[in-house]
């Protein structure tokens, strides 16, 4: 098991470094701020999807997952009239103001503000017309993301050996998820990513170690109270859980072998194929410890989109 562990290790490690420098992912929170004015709800809806879309753009990702960092856009009324006619058309100017900053820091890191023009048969359509505006293709959008992620990688490049000492402190109360969520959130490009992944893989062992000891133990409850076709199926979909990499795995398919003898040809079950390869190894344990991230991100979701101290 240690010769396994140390293998994947180097994996990990040689293939992290190998893609140090084409990898810089960085995942923004998007936010729909709170309009205190009559903007049609619709519209509000409209600029979340068209910010959402806009910002992806050059390694910079942007939904509604949770994450440290955001970006939020505000629509402020300039000018609105309505011109007579058959039909009468309402036009609007606005002024679109976009953050990046920090959520958990309440920092605002890069904003930026152009004005927006939109003509339509009805106020919410003058709001969605003059939303398009906002793509990627805009010069002091791009500049704007650009200084964002300035800002972000230089908190990443400073701030990554106190990430790992909170990811340390939540890993050592058993709260892994929270722990793989911080050390997952580290993009490649920061220099400290080496050291950060040697974390993440041990942090990685020592949770699905964790959750080895516990799934075993409630196959063996399954078992020892439904010791019929029923307790096997539940066996199966327990065992299924479980790390081919895991500690107790050796255990469990003990416990595969006792079912089956007795299940004898009964029992039509197989374990799913995992890790067919090193690369494969390598892919799938990132993807499940991000993953492991992303589900106990979306448990800390805020409550409310009313940014107070967002100027």
């Known amino acids: ?89 309402t036009a609007l100017t606005l002024s679109l103001n976009l953050y990046i900053g920090d959520y958990w820091g309440e920092k605002v890191f890069a904003r930026t503000s152009f004005e927006i023009r939109g003509v339509g048969e009805s106020r919410e359509r003058a709001y969605l017309n003059a939303y398009r505006s906002l793509n990627k293709n805009n010069a002091r959008l791009v500049s704007f993301l650009e200084e964002g992620k300035k800002h972000i990688l230089n908190y990443y490049d400073t701030e990554y050996r106190n990430i790992q000492k909170e990811a340390k402190r939540a890993a050592q109360l058993r709260d892994y998820p929270k722990a793989l969520f911080l050390l997952t959130s580290v993009p490649m490009c920061c220099k400290g990513y080496e050291a950060v992944s040697e974390d993440l893989i041990q942090t990685y062992h020592e949770y699905i170690n964790y959750n080895c000891d516990r799934l075993l133990m409630e196959a063996r409850t399954a078992w020892a109270t439904y010791p019929d076709l029923h307790g096997a199926e539940l066996v199966a979909e327990i065992l299924n859980q479980l790390e081919p990499d895991a500690a107790c795995y050796d255990e469990a398919m003990e416990l595969y072998k006792e079912v089956k003898a007795k299940m004898k040809d009964d029992w039509n079950y197989e374990f799913r194929k995992k890790y067919e390869d090193k690369i494969a ?31």
């Open 281 to 311: 190894l390598r892919k799938q344990i990132i993807e499940a410890a991000r993953a492991v991230g992303v589900a106990y991100g979306n448990g800390q979701q805020p409550q409310t989109t009313n940014i107070m101290w967002l100027k």
């Open 1 to 89: 098991m240690l010769m396994k562990r140390a293998i994947l290790s180097m994996i990990l490690l040689c293939i992290g470094l190998y893609s140090y420098a084409q990898d810089c992912d960085i995942h923004l929170m998007a936010i729909s701020v709170d309009q205190k004015d009559n903007t049609p709800e619709s519209a509000n809806e409209y600029l979340y999807n068209r910010l959402c879309t806009a910002v992806s753009h050059d390694g910079i990702s942007a939904s509604g997952q949770y994450a440290q960092f955001f970006v939020a856009a505000k629509g402020l009324v300039l000018y609105e009239q309505v011109v007579p006619g058959a039909p009468a058309q």
